[in-house]
């Protein structure tokens, strides 16, 4: 089985983004927020069946654990009523879309977040996902969009947070929305830089003391962080914590969303194959084919049919590493093969 | 010859550095700046002969472009009168290291700036160093300190600077100061995300259209872009402009300073050779021994010997790169020689 653990539905229905929209020029303006349109199952259907479910059948993956489109969290934008109300839309977006396809997509979650206010209203959305049947979340490092005001992930801000997630067995992939700095491109740097800052930040602290059972994706092929490996391992001796960023390993892992097989070979050299999982962030980030392959840069599945690894290993990133990261999903599956 | 691109005079002598701590308070308290102490040729040649020389002949290296400690710049600290009164005084202290040690060091500048404050200042200390044998600069992208205050380095505010650069024949290397953001840990994230982000800025611009000749350093390998250089294609055509990530090539240049051999080995496979300087941030972010190879981390001149290139390859990396990307350099070795 091959599951895909990073894909966004960045092709919903026009609706649904118009939506949006709508709800932020009333908050603007001060006025009722519009009422949220009518999208019929063919409508999802069809936004699917054009994109993911046609590339994820051409590239042979068998499943995908579905998130919002990740740029259009837009955590800076608008207030926490907002949020929560743009945060419940699309997740209840995603549960349509997993109940039309249930053998395809799996549900992880957009969280409502802002800068400076607390989590509660995640927590909430949280708990309401988890019982319908979501298996992760989307935590955003960064609620300001790439103004990074908000505390590192290790901030006893986010605790009760991760002990909620705990406390319902779900993982968090650490990603952010749209960037609102102009210094930022969002998928050129800010999406790398959130990668690269967040697992400095749980190398600077010690977040797994306190929560050893979370566990938290790290998008991107973890930002530059296998790249600059030694640097990370060489710090970590600086912090005083010889061995601290090979521990971190236990807890977090990295998505395979590196567009060309040096990368990814790179990765599979250097972390530890427990923990990478395949992804494709596919309908994403880069859809362009590239013209040194004749492929398309986002088919990561390819790059990893051709990196060096046995079949433990790989059988582990296509789907084994993410059954333990995602034990909802787990269980799932095997109620269903019963 | 082996030439370092990179390196900072990390171990300034103290009453340098308690100088500017002196020179802050001052500022703050609105009171008149202290005298800059009396430092003798001795105590500079013991910080250095300590360290950076023992280093660089333990190691195997000729010449060093050596620049004020990087952390230290401090551009979000006191205003653009302290910044320039501190470059100064930086660069004065880099021009004794050189004048003590002719054949070892040549001298690469700080200059002063600060967020929101035009690029006057930076220009006149440029043109001072200049005319005191310095053959380059470091150029901060984001003199607030990790909040990213300034516009992208292709914007025109950036112009004046590098006109004058262009005009002196020198090159830039992009290289943030110290992080003032809690979120950004300054060797583990900020610089990382200093290096992709200034890429991901050239990559949507074009920069080097109105400055072809104009060369732009990315240190630490170039932060997160070799690693994701499909990303970095693909956006090139995502933003209307195939082999535009290439071309940039032309004028940006990436170093070493990569602290493992797989780090070092994606570099070179990836990266035109042209574009790869030797550097190796010594004594700088990481300074520790690897226990997996029982060698310094930031020993790179390993990596790129045992790297797979050709003797010719390898000779540019290891300054017939510098010598093309330095002229100022060059003709000073050339004149030497002659």
């Known amino acids: ?29 001060g006025t009722a ?5 009518r999208i019929s199952d063919d409508d999802i259907r069809e ?33 926490i009523t907002t949020s929560a109300a743009w945060a419940a839309a699309c997740n209840d977006l995603i549960a349509r879309a997993v109940a039309l396809y249930p053998h395809t ?22 708990d309401r996902v988890v019982s319908m049947g979501f298996v992760g979340v989307n935590v955003n490092p960064d609620p300001s969009g790439g103004h990074w005001t908000s505390p590192p992930l290790t901030d006893r801000y986010w605790y009760p947070l991760w002990e909620r997630m705990v406390e319902h067995d779900v993982p968090g992939m650490v990603h952010v929305s749209a ?18 800052t967040a697992f400095m930040q749980l190398l600077q602290g010690d977040l797994f003391a306190d929560f050893p059972s979370l566990r938290l994706i790290i998008p991107h092929g973890g930002g530059a962080v296998p790249y600059h490996w030694g640097r990370y391992r060489g710090l970590s001796d600086m912090l005083g914590k010889p061995g601290h960023a090979e521990r971190l390993m236990s807890n977090v892992f990295l998505d395979t969303c590196v567009y060309h097989q040096p990368g990814i070979d790179l990765l599979m050299d250097v972390m530890p194959k427990e923990s990478i999982l395949f992804g494709s962030e596919m309908v994403g980030a880069v859809r362009g084919i590239d013209p040194t392959t004749g492929h398309y840069f986002d088919d990561t599945l390819r790059y990893v049919m051709a990196a060096d690894l046995t079949d433990g290993e790989r059988d582990g990133i296509l789907s084994g590493n993410a059954l ?14 019963a």
């Open 324 to 337: 333990r990261v995602y034990p909802r999903l787990a269980s799932r599956l095997a109620a269903r093969a």
């Open 179 to 196: 960037s609102a700095n102009p210094a930022f491109h969002a998928t050129g740097a800010h999406y790398m830089n959130a990668d690269t």
């Open 33 to 37: 927020t519009p009422l949220y349109p």
């Open 1 to 29: 089985m091959i599951i895909d653990i990073h894909g966004h539905y960045t092709t919903a229905p026009a609706p649904h983004t118009e939506w949006r929209e709508a709800q932020l020029k009333a908050w603007e303006a």
């Open 105 to 126: 997509f799996v549900g992880v979650a957009q969280l409502p977040q802002q800068a400076g206010v607390g989590l509660e209203e995640a927590i909430r959305e949280l």
């Open 47 to 79: 936004t699917l069946e054009k994109n993911q479910l046609r590339l994820i059948a051409e590239r042979g993956a068998d499943m995908t654990i579905f998130s919002p489109r990740a740029s259009a969290m837009g955590h800076h934008l608008g207030d």
